[in-house]
Nanobody, 124 residues
Framework: QVQLVESGGGSVQAGGSLRLSCTSS????????MAWFRRAPGKPREGVAT????????NYYSDLASRFTISRDYAKSAVYLQMNSLKPDDTAVYSC?????????????????WGQGTQVTVSS
């Protein structure tokens, strides 16, 4: 069974940056989608970004691409999320997720394996 372990969360001031990492316990080739989701207090979980395919095709929710960058290291079976120009609204628990097949950035129920989550807190 796949296990995902996230790291890199923390507390930063608005405008700061954080880089999240997520590593899989087993080898994940390009047939697997890797994604980041987040859940802010009192809100439903929402997609942040996905990466898939041999070419590492990426997709971002809303306008997050202007500040966030998802990347993937197939050799390490890891996915990263570089977050810049952070805002207080970005405060949430960020979780990585994996599924076999295509990515779905808006359908968290499509993912069957999740990490434990890492807290990101942005203060104004």
């Amino acid at each position: 069974q796949v296990q995902l372990v996230e790291s890199g969360g923390g507390s930063v001031q608005a405008g700061g940056s954080l880089r999240l990492s997520c590593t899989s316990s087993i080898k994940l080739d390009h047939s697997f989608c890797m994604a980041w989701f987040r859940r802010a207090p009192g809100k439903p979980r929402e997609g942040v970004a996905t990466v898939e395919g041999e070419d590492g095709s990426t997709n971002y929710y809303s306008d997050l691409a202007s500040r966030f960058t998802i990347s993937r290291d197939y050799a390490k079976s890891a996915v990263y999320l570089q977050m810049n120009s952070l805002k207080p609204d970005d405060t949430a628990v960020y979780s990585c997720a994996v599924r076999s097949g295509y990515c779905y950035i808006t359908l968290d129920r499509k993912y069957d394996t999740w990490g434990q989550g890492t807290q990101v807190t942005v203060s104004s």
